[in-house]
């Protein structure tokens, strides 16, 4: 029953223990303050979740998904601003109407490309769809010239050099270094109260669950296999008939995607959108949080990106200058000794032991689980 | 953008621009040189090279207040020690790193750019509670300072033309030890084929320290130039590190001319633009430019043909 196109067995119950995790646990032991922080953690989870494909299985380390983050993130707070900005708030601007940084660096109109966010619809469809059609043409200018590896996370990281400097450098059009500050209401709804800070963070979890189930579909799929495949040896598959190219522009279009709901999540969860969210450093945060739970684990991505940032916020608030001597560390010491992340420890040392003791009677072969996938070397 | 200004007026322009951009293009060059010989020659992907440049630029600054404090006298001189300390300082950190922490990783040349971020961010730290978070500059002596008149309109700032000089020496020597000498000639067999040149007897592990040495001795050279054109703080590095990144890949990795190509080009559109919108948005343009002509052309200016 359990063993479907979207988990096996042991998949399942890994699931269920996050589910339980996310949705019984956390909530019941956590003050609405610390929960809105691990909510804030979580949008960075569906992008380690977007890495894991596009990294993990696909072999492509894109060091841009700050990039992608940023504008899914942008997308909706642009829509919480103008709903923040309408005329009876804004009656003390020079222009009445106008997000309050735009009227400080004076513009007097709303300009064309802010219009259409004032519908929702066109919001949502814009969260999705911008950054997937701006990574479709990333994708499809760099892969179908078949440049990828250290080519491709170089060029990713100087277009999140680029948007930064943008987003900084337009300050009427963007809010600049400070970002989009002060969302308040979503459709008259109010985001700031403790409440609406619950109503949210089960929400995210909610499609943080959907999102899993697109990755493990994708990676139960042939298309999954066909993915590791490229990794381990591309020519291969290219001489099989495999279009190679568009299989990596879907890869890194769908770790786009993810990406941009993470941060539409985050506009909504933390209030505010900043360009220090799209820049070269938070993108191989992102990275690290991939990197330390597992490139190759859909679960291991999200239980990396809370044991990453629990560790930040607590060594930073405590040691301030300890904080980067730590994650310095952790980046070579994961990269040098578990490539394979929490997940391969898990995978390694628990995960046998565990089985041994339940399954001590009757041994069967598990088929497709991640030790499988991690044997050998790991990408490139 | 151009209207405004007369002929004449747009060719003081350009020339004033131009020499302005000179200290940028040798601090991209030398840079780019490093990044060119670790990540061509050896395929690493250093994301710490900023962070060997700024350990340049510190040892320029700790040597200038030395000089100040104990030998006045010499002060006008102090440049070409410093110069040649920060290559020792950033070679032999480089030469350890190398044994330490790349070694273990040539198989795997994504991970090496994981392994030197977090190296990065060490040594940023370890700067910080060194140096201190303030940003320090360096006093020039005299003679480095103010500019040659060449005509009216003209002025060609002194320190560039220096700093260009030696920048021109520093490659030409480089290219004198990769492509004439007995021991670049070993680098070049390692790049080739690894397996081969060690069974002819190269001591291909000594080799690759050398040259990751060599590459981050020059980031310290840099260091010393960089000191020319910005204070020196534990993140200034970090702003270099993508543009260096893309002159390589702009040039065409493992192509020295195309380095300093390339090099020449990305700094000279920034400096010339600068002067007709605001830094940023000189900046963007130029980085978009070099993005897209890579979407265009992928292998770079100059690449070498091979086959793979």
């Known amino acids: 029953m359990t063993d479907n196109r979207f988990f096996n067995r042991s998949e399942f119950i890994g699931i269920l223990v996050l589910a339980v995790f996310l949705v019984v646990v956390l909530p019941l032991t956590l003050d609405v303050f610390r929960l809105n922080l691990v909510a804030k953690y979580l949008t960075y989870a569906f992008v380690a979740l977007g890495l894991v494909i596009c990294w993990g299985y696909g072999g492509i380390l894109s060091l841009g998904q700050g990039v992608f983050f940023g504008l899914g993130g942008y997308c909706m707070a642009m829509f919480l601003k103008l709903e923040a900005s309408s005329v009876e708030n804004t009656k003390i601007q020079s222009t009445p109407g106008i997000p309050d940084f735009m009227d400080w660096n004076q513009i007097t109109a709303l300009p064309l490309f802010w219009k259409p966010f004032s519908s929702l619809t066109f919001t949502i469809a814009a969260i999705i769809l911008v950054p997937g059609i701006f990574a479709l043409i990333i994708g499809t200018a760099m892969f179908k010239r078949r440049v990828g590896g250290t080519y491709f996370a170089i060029i990713t990281q100087a277009v999140a050099a680029i948007l930064t400097i943008l987003i900084v450098g337009q300050q009427g059009y963007t809010g600049g270094i400070n970002g989009m500050t002060d969302l308040r209401t979503l459709k008259g709804w109010d985001i700031r109260p403790d409440h609406a800070k619950i109503v949210l963070y089960f929400f995210e979890v909610g499609l943080l669950f959907a999102c899993i189930m697109i990755a493990q579909f994708v990676r139960h799929s042939k298309l999954g296999r066909i993915l590791v495949a490229m990794r381990e040896k591309e020519d291969r598959v290219r001489f099989s008939g495999y279009s190679v190219a568009n299989f990596k522009i879907f890869a890194f279009c769908i770790a786009a995607v993810f990406a941009a709901i993470g941060g539409a999540m985050f506009a909504l969860n933390v209030g505010f959108m900043s360009p220090s969210f799209v820049g070269i450093v938070p993108s191989i945060e992102m990275v690290i949080y991939t990197a330390v739970g597992g490139r190759l684990s859909i679960l291991g991505a999200v239980y990396g990106t809370l044991l990453v940032n629990f560790a930040k916020t607590s060594l930073s608030e405590t040691f301030p200058e300890l904080w980067l001597f730590g994650l310095g560390g952790l980046f070579i010491a994961v990269v040098l000794a578990f490539p394979n992340g929490l997940a391969g420890i898990w995978g390694d040392y628990v995960q046998p032991r565990i089985d041994r003791l339940i399954t001590s009677r009757k041994p069967k072969p598990d088929g497709w689980t991640d030790s499988s996938v991690a044997d050998g070397a790991p990408a490139e | ?308």
């Open chain 2, 1 to 308: 953008m151009f209207g405004d200004y007369s002929l004449g007026d747009l060719g003081s322009i350009f020339v004033m621009q131009g020499f302005a951009g000179l200290i940028l293009f040798s601090v991209y060059v030398l840079m780019a040189l490093g990044l060119a010989i670790i990540f061509g020659q050896m395929g690493v992907i250093n994301m710490a090279h900023g962070e060997f440049m700024i350990l340049g630029a510190y040892v320029t600054w700790m040597t200038s207040n030395f000089f100040q404090s104990y030998l006045p006298g010499l002060f006008s001189g102090y440049f070409f020690l410093a110069m040649i300390l920060a290559f020792v300082a950033s070679g032999a950190l480089g030469m350890l790193v190398e044994w330490v922490l790349i070694r273990h990783l040539y198989k795997r040349p994504l991970d090496t750019l994981l392994a030197t971020w977090g190296l990065s961010l060490m040594l940023q730290q370890a700067y910080r509670s060194v140096f201190g978070a303030r940003e320090v500059g360096v006093e020039l002596p005299q003679w480095m300072l103010g500019s040659l008149h060449v005509t009216d309109s003209i002025e060609v700032p002194i320190n560039g033309v220096f700093v260009m000089c030696l920048t021109v020496l520093i490659t030409i020597g480089v290219a004198y030890v990769m492509y004439k000498s007995r021991w670049g000639r070993q680098v070049r067999a390692v790049v080739q084929n690894r397996i081969m040149a060690g069974a002819v007897g190269i001591n291909t592990e000594k080799v690759d320290r050398y040259t990751f040495g060599l590459g981050c001795g020059i980031a310290g050279v840099a260091g010393s130039a960089f000191t020319m054109i910005g204070s020196t703080g534990p993140t200034s590095g970090q702003l270099y590190i993508v543009d260096t990144f893309l002159v390589v890949v702009f040039g065409g990795a493992a192509s020295l001319i195309g380095t300093i190509a390339s090099a020449f080009s990305i700094s000279q559109t920034q400096s010339t633009l600068e002067f007709f919108m605001s830094g940023s948005m000189a900046k963007v343009l130029t980085l978009l430019a070099v993005v897209g002509i890579l979407m265009l052309r992928p292998q770079g200016l100059f690449a070498l043909k091979v086959r793979k």
